[in-house]
């Protein structure tokens, strides 16, 4: 069989081969960057290099960003130690940010997946405590760009701080932490073709973080624990690879765009979330009626073809999507939604070799049920 095609870029782009090369050297270097000496100061300087270049690709002042041990440890870290009375989230957000605190109260979205900011307004007016709303830049699932440059201004003025988890948006549509507004953001290495495993924190304010983890003072007491040297490397490898290929990444949703409506031929009946707004370029999330989501995953896997169900940071577990249910839309469609992501590495034979692959597993169902 011919090589396998890779449109999951959403759950881990495949890692940049310079990001692992850097990586490779930062290990191999060893020493701790908090040590003194001469090897120690050497991966201090690895370390900073690489806060400046994820600094560059989110326009933000490089004493903000903090490292993390992921998107999921930055995005509780925003929210559990914001020291907020209230905290807002909408709908659609990643897990890590719906579960970081389970009082949150919830901003809904409309059916193109699109966070509502005067619902935010109207949650803010009147109330003198102290807020915190949370609102992605991105989603995961559908791609779906939010408002945020909108929620912050609507936040700042009735007094509420934001947090944006841009881990989605970042290297895949321009990003200006300035411009947009929030009061911080959460970064991930891996879906940017860095490692797993380390992520980042940007705050406007460099000292307005508190602390999640607790331990010694390294990144300047904001997030204790050895430095993660070699993935903060490949972190920072990874965003400049990025930063430069915005472009390019632009350019795939001319690709996507001809896939989605070669789908929609083969199927009329098959249609696109969130296509009426405006979406990340990569991102696509298509419902093939009648066929549910896992057997589309695994017809496609058997064909050689690695797609997804919604996302893939749940661990494979079967539950109706909950940014589907959020935009309205009904259980029987959400259950058939099929991600697919495409990223720097994707070619347009691999789109045709996934739309085969749809349309003959679309001929096969419908033989079925007919
Ligand atoms: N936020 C979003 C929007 C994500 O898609 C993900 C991962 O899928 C995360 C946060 C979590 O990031 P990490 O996997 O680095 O913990």
Redesign the pocket.
């Known amino acids: 069989m011919s090589a396998r095609v890779y449109l999951d870029y959403?759950?881990s782009a495949p890692v940049w081969p310079e990001a692992a090369d850097a990586v490779d050297e930062a290990m191999r270097a060893g020493a701790n960057a908090s040590s003194i000496h001469a090897p120690g100061r050497a991966a201090r300087a690895r370390i900073e290099d690489a806060r400046e270049s994820v600094a560059r690709l989110v326009g933000a002042d490089p004493a903000g960003i903090v490292f993390t041990g992921?998107?999921?440890?930055a995005?509780n870290q925003a929210i559990r130690c914001s020291g907020a009375e209230r905290v807002l989230v909408s709908a659609i957000e990643?897990e890590?940010?719906l579960s970081a605190d389970e009082k949150a109260e919830i901003l809904p979205v409309d059916p193109e997946g699109v966070v509502d900011p005067e619902a935010l307004d109207r949650a803010l007016a009147g109330d003198a405590r102290s807020a915190l709303v949370a609102v992605?830049l991105a989603?995961?699932e559908t791609g779906v760009i939010q408002p945020v440059a909108r929620v912050a201004e609507i936040a700042r003025r009735r007094g509420a701080r934001v947090h944006c988890?841009a881990?989605?948006a970042a290297g895949k549509i321009p990003v200006d932490a300035a411009s947009l507004g929030a009061d911080s953001y959460?970064l991930?290495a891996?879906?940017i073709g860095g490692p797993?495993g380390v992520?980042a924190l940007v705050l406007r304010d460099p000292d307005a973080a508190g602390r999640l983890i607790h331990g010694g003072g390294q990144e300047r007491g904001r997030r204790a624990g050895t430095e993660n040297v070699a993935g903060v490397v490949g972190f920072g490898r990874a965003a400049g690879i990025v930063g430069e290929r915005l472009e390019e990444f632009a350019r795939l949703s001319a690709l996507r765009d001809a896939m989605e409506a070669e789908l929609h031929a083969v199927d009329p009946e098959a249609w696109t979330v969130g296509d009426r707004a405006p979406r990340l370029p990569n991102t696509s999330m298509t419902v093939m009626p009648g066929c549910e989501s896992a057997a589309q995953v695994i017809a496609m896997d058997l064909d050689g073809i690695a797609v997804s169900a919604g996302?893939?940071?749940s661990s494979g577990r079967i539950r109706l999507p909950y940014v589907l249910e959020a935009m309205g839309v009904d259980e029987a469609a959400a259950m058939c939604a099929l991600r697919v992501s495409l990223g720097w590495w994707t070619t347009p034979d691999e789109i045709d070799r996934f739309v085969a692959s749809w349309a003959d597993l679309r001929r096969r169902t419908a033989r079925r049920v007919a």
């Open positions: 959403n759950a992921g998107g999921t440890e995005n990643h890590s940010v992605m989603n995961n988890d881990v989605q959460a991930s891996h879906k797993q992520g996302s893939a940071c």
